[in-house]
Each structure stands twice: as structure tokens, then as C-alpha cells.
């Protein structure tokens, strides 16, 4: 009788936590059309962080997206994070971060909600289907710049809150945000706040979760890993002025060969990386990762298709998303001061910048790797015996960001999957580079996961950007059920 009368017990909390999620889903799902409103009001304003002409947007986006937040009954502070420095020597003030705080309760969890309102530039006359800042319904579709990164995503997370406090029912967790306006042009401020904000703001935080991200699939994912990001200029500078190629050509050694030859040592055709000591410290990949790589979804004939190529590097899924993923890799983004305007010009620049980017992964620390390209390319110029002169400089030095799968974290975060989606979330990493999870790993040493609700084919950085309102929906049910099983989590595991 005891087994059974605790069995009837534990039934019916299962039917209260069923009876209690079911009325915030019918609350979203009620409330879907006016999501779609606020994320058309949101996409409307052009938040570019890399035109300067356009900073008055960003910090009226800030001013927005803090009273939202206030509106929901959130203590909500707009830090100072100083000023941008123009190459013209004018000082821009940056945007606001956005600092929020819903509960208190000292015997809670308390999590960080971090994201950007910030969007990357976009002109209907770049290939747009649509105007970029009116948000256009398709197929179910919700097209505009920043509507997958990362406003749709910052607000189904306002959303989940907001159901909550709708509903009268009670936060199964402390919530902060952290809410930032210059992410896509390298968060500029924000990790000094994050550290002069150590002790306070994230004093009593437990875990901090990012939804910068998308799914690798149509099957939802949780992502556990990004690659940094080291950026270099190699400058080759040869004669005081450029030259006419008829009358100059065949005399002067040019700069253009000479960095066209660097660029052609920094990577093989097969896509080896030449660069001595840069393979060397990349962990072999594991039979476990390769056991978690071939359980993923991804489709290659698609992968394939969605670039337009006919031949990739590698044939094989485990060896494309492993070189995405958790290897480093080469790429060659241009060339300045080459001639590049439609029609010819036969011109002997006399001075060229090559750009090239090296996608770091853990165990590869960009100050080593900044002395590694260095030397390498400084020795390469050297057996040219060119006449002219190198410079090379690393300008941007992100590191690379991983975490334990395995953690409690990730758990909760698959059982959320699991009660929404009814599927087992793919574990995923990305190619890309989000500086800023590394920065809370380092200066807080809290766990950190992050949770994408955004599509495969949302277009990010593109023409066409979108996300489907069906992501867009069930991802704020997803984060409503997340932060109830994370409040499961005792406090002395965290």
C-alpha cells in the first residue's frame, strides 16, 4: 500500500507539472500574433553596430529592449561601457548594455540570459526579397535583418518570463539578463564591464546560457563548443606610388606577387594547414566524438546543394563536421589595395594588404598563434629576397569556447528538448566564433550552455534572414520549460 499510495503521489505531480506547462503553452500560443508584432517592431529598427551614422538606432534599440523588460516588473539598469574610437580620432559613446534582474530568492538558481539587439548591415539592392527592415511573413517565415540573430531569440526568452508573470505563477528560477548593442562588431566594452561586474551583477549567478546559435538541422540541437578567431593583416609594400604595368612591368618586383606567394604558403590544396605548430596541438579526434559526430543529423547532398558546389573537402560526415567544428582552418578573405572595380586597369599597386583568418580551437592560444604566422610568413618573405617590405599584424585574437556535454546543465537542457520537441536534442559546435562565452567562462567560472532556437537555413549575416514563426513559438515554450528543469538542480551541484 505505501508503494502504491507513493506511486499515486508522484503521478500526480507529474499531472501538475503536465496541467502547469500546459497552460503556459496555451498562453504562448495565444499570444503568438502579438510576438510577431513586437519582433516587427523590433527588426524595424535599423540596430546596425557597424554604421556609425546609424549609432542614434542602437541606442534607441537599447532604450527599447530595457523598457520591455521594465514593463514585465524587472529591475532593469543601462550600464555605461565608455566610448568607440573612429580611425578619424572621433569618440563615438557606445550603446547601453542592458542589465535586467527578475527574483531574488537567495534559496533559487539563478541564471543569465545573455544576447545582442545589434544586426549585421542590409540593402534591399544587396538581393533582398523583401525590405530587410519590415518584417514580411512567407510560408511562415518571419524575414528582416536580426530577426534570427538575435532579436527573435532575445525575445522569446523575454516571452518565457513574461508567461510566467502573466500567469501569475511564480519564476522556478532567478532570471538575469544581459542585453548588449555591439556584438557583431566585436562587443566593444563589454568585457571590462563583465569584469568590473564580477563581484556584483554576476555575484550570485549560476549558470549563463547563450542563444546566439542555430540548430545544425531541422532536429533541435544544443551547442557546446565554438571556435575562436585570429585575424591578420600582412601588408607588402614596394615602390612610393603605383605604377603602370606597360611601362614598369618585367623592372619592379612587385608587392601584389609577392603576397599572392605568402598567401599560397599558409595552406595546401587539400586544406593542410602549413604553418608550423598550428596542427601539432589539435587533439586527435576521440572514438566518443566520432561516436557523437555519426549520430548527428546532417545531410551532405544538402549541405552541398545549400552552397552550390558539386565537391566538398571531404566526403564523409564525420570528417565535414569534425574540419567545421573542432580543427582549424585557413581562409583568405581579400586583398586591399588590389584592383577589384569592374572593367581593367593595368596597375602595379604599390602597396597590398592581404586579410586572412585562422579559426582557432582549444589548446591553441592566439598569442601563440599570432607568433607562429608571424615568424612563419616573416621566413617565407625572406627566401623571396624581395626588395620590399612586410608587416604583419594579428587585429583580432578571440579565443575558442568549449564545454562538458555531459554537465547537469546540458542535461536539463536535453529534457526541455525532450518535453517540447519530443526528440533527443543533437550535440552540436559551431565553426563560428562567439568571443564572449569564453569571457564569462574565464572571468566568472560559471557553466555556460548554449541553446539555439534559431533554423539551419536562416540565412545569418545573408540576404533573406529569417526565422520560422514556428521556431520562433516553440523556442519561447523551450525556454520556459528549460528554466523549470533547471530549477531542479540543487544548489550545492552548481
Sequence with gaps: MIGQGLFSILLLLCNVDAFEYDRLAQHVDRHQEEYVEILREWVSIESDSSNVLK???LHHMMDVTAQKLRQL????ELIHV???????????????????????DVNKITVCVYGHVDVQPAKLEDGWATQPYNLTEVNGNLYGRGASDNKAPVLAWIHAVEAYKSLDMELPVNVKFLIEGME??????????????????????????????G????????????????????????????????????TVIEPMTDIVGLLDTL???????LIPGIREVVSALSDEEWKMFQDIEFDVDHYKNKIGVDQLMYNNKVDLLAHRWRYPTVSIHGIEGAFSDAGTKTVIPAKVTAKFSIRQVPNMEPSTVEKQVTDYLHSMFAKRRSPNTLKVQMVIGAKPWLA????????????????VFNVEPDLIRE?????????????TGKNIIMIPIGGFDDGLHSQNEKISRYNYIEGTKLFIVFLQEVSQIKKDVV
Design 55 to 57: 549609432r542614434s538606432n
Design 73 to 76: 516588473g524587472g529591475s532593469v
Design 82 to 104: 565608455g566610448h568607440q574610437e573612429l580611425p578619424d580620432g572621433q569618440n563615438l559613446t557606445l550603446p547601453k548594455v542592458v542589465a535586467a534582474q527578475f527574483g531574488n
Design 184 to 213: 557583431e562588431t566585436g562587443s566593444n566594452g563589454l568585457d571590462s564591464m563583465i569584469v568590473s561586474h564580477k563581484d556584483t551583477f554576476f555575484s550570485d549567478v549560476d549558470y549563463i546560457i547563450i542563444s546566439d546559435c
Design 215 to 250: 540548430w545544425l538541422s531541422t532536429k533541435p540541437a544544443l551547442t557546446y563548443g565554438t571556435r575562436g578567431n585570429c585575424y591578420f593583416f600582412a601588408e607588402v609594400e614596394g615602390p612610393k606610388k603605383d605604377l603602370h604595368s606597360g611601362v614598369y612591368g618585367g
Design 267 to 273: 595552406i595546401s590544396p587539400s586544406g593542410k594547414i
Design 404 to 419: 562538458d556535454p555531459q554537465n547537469i546543465l546540458y542535461e536539463a537542457g536535453k529534457a526541455a528538448v525532450r518535453k
Design 431 to 443: 565553426g563560428g566564433t562567439i568571443p564572449i562565452a569564453k569571457t564569462f567562462q574565464d572571468v
